[in-house]
């Protein structure tokens, strides 16, 4: 099949195998090229390995530390004429170049909220690793089933209170528009707290616990977002955010669950970065757009790779400090938040506008990646060539 983007909204609903590839290998080629990192977990369970965060979470103990991983995600496989999902890709490219390297990677594809997937995990690592010495939790989901009622629960992304009114980008069509949300009601809240809070990742490191796959010292990270007060009404003061705050309360209960075997649970803030996941928020984009413009002026733009290569090689390593910040969270974020990298993005909000999008954000730069996370645009692919849709897990066979 010859693949092309097709991008409905903010999403593309094709992706290119190839093109995801030479994502994933360039990620590598960055890990590689900053080294061996001593101490490193050995042993990582990364659940939602397959894009964005998760992803680079599993690239970096790799090739940086040469560890072991199990990978968890839900992607749908390519058929003979449809692509499948740039997760899908992705992970067969991480397996490959993994297993190439003489690394272990075993991946399953399934619901991680489920009592099912969980179970399937600890039968993997029992059988091939026997603990785990990390286990990273990246999940960014629409939805959760919930395991015990089997309720599904939607996630929204609205203010609490009142409606909130700011603006917002088409980043297809580059026209900046306002946009007003009404305030979430109560379901909403409880909704979106049982999807992105901190329940499952408790009931992944319970079920973890309970079958002693969890080594001594074991390290667990989830990863939140906070972000500058001009998102707050529609991000960390909204749905979204209570979820977040709940994930973070849950990290001091599994510290404390932890303790007896000297572990440890961390909420790592990282920065705001163009994934599947961001680009669905209103108002994010278009604040996304003004930071790549004002990180890549100043020399502090990170990817997802190069913040968990800093996230692993100068917080959590063995003689690093994880500077966690007054409530206890590690800031990868930390770029992010200076003064002056706020200070110039605050000064162009009001002046943004479909007339000046182009020249005071980085508009471009948005799009370039966010046609990357499904494989386009990679330098090095015939994109006009045929492609193989088909392409199985090499850890399945
Ligand atoms: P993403 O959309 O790129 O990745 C989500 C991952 O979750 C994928 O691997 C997907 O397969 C997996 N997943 C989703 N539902 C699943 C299910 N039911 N079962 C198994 N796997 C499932 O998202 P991301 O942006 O990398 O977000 C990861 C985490 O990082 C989230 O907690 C997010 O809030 C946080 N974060 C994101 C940003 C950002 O700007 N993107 C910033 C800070 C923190």
Known sequence: MI???????????????????????????????????????????????????????????????????????????????????????????????????????KSINGDAFSDTVKQQVIALIKADLGQVDAVIYSLASPRRTHPKT????KSCLKPLGTAFTNKTVDTDKGTVTEITIGPADDAEVADTVAVMGGEDWEMWMDALDAAGVLAPGVVTVAYSYIGPSLTWAIYRNGTIGRAKEHLEETADRITAKLAAREGRAWVSVNKALVTQASSAIPVVPLYIS????????????????????????????????????????????????????????????????????????????????????????????????????????????
């Open 150 to 153: 089997g309720v599904t629960h």
């Open 3 to 105: 693949i092309k983007p097709k991008i409905r909204g903010f999403i593309c609903t094709t992706a290119h195998p190839d093109g995801c590839a030479a994502n994933v290998r360039q990620q590598i080629e960055f890990v590689r090229g900053k080294g061996t990192v001593a101490g490193l977990p050995k042993r990582v369970l990364v659940i939602g390995s397959s894009t964005g965060y998760g992803l680079a979470s599993r690239i970096v103990p790799a090739f940086a530390g040469g560890a072991a991983t199990a990978g968890v995600f839900f992607e749908r496989p390519g058929e003979v004429d449809r692509t499948g999902t740039a997760g899908w890709y992705n992970s067969v490219a991480f397996e490959r170049e993994a297993h190439a390297a003489g690394l272990y990677a």
């Open 290 to 397: 003004l930071l790549y413009k004002v990180m890549k002026e100043k020399g502090l733009h990170e990817g997802c790779i190069e913040q968990i290569h800093r996230l692993f090689a100068e917080r959590l390593a063995p003689g690093a400090h994880p500077q966690p910040d007054e409530e206890g969270r590690i800031r990868i974020d930390d770029w992010e938040m200076r003064e002056d990298v706020q200070a110039e993005v605050a000064a162009a909000w009001p002046q943004v506008s479909t007339e000046t999008l182009p020249s005071l954000s980085d508009i471009e730069g948005y799009r370039v990646e966010f046609l990357r996370l499904f494989g386009f645009g990679l330098p090095g692919v015939n994109y006009d060539a045929e492609a193989a849709t088909l392409q199985p897990l090499p850890s399945a066979s």
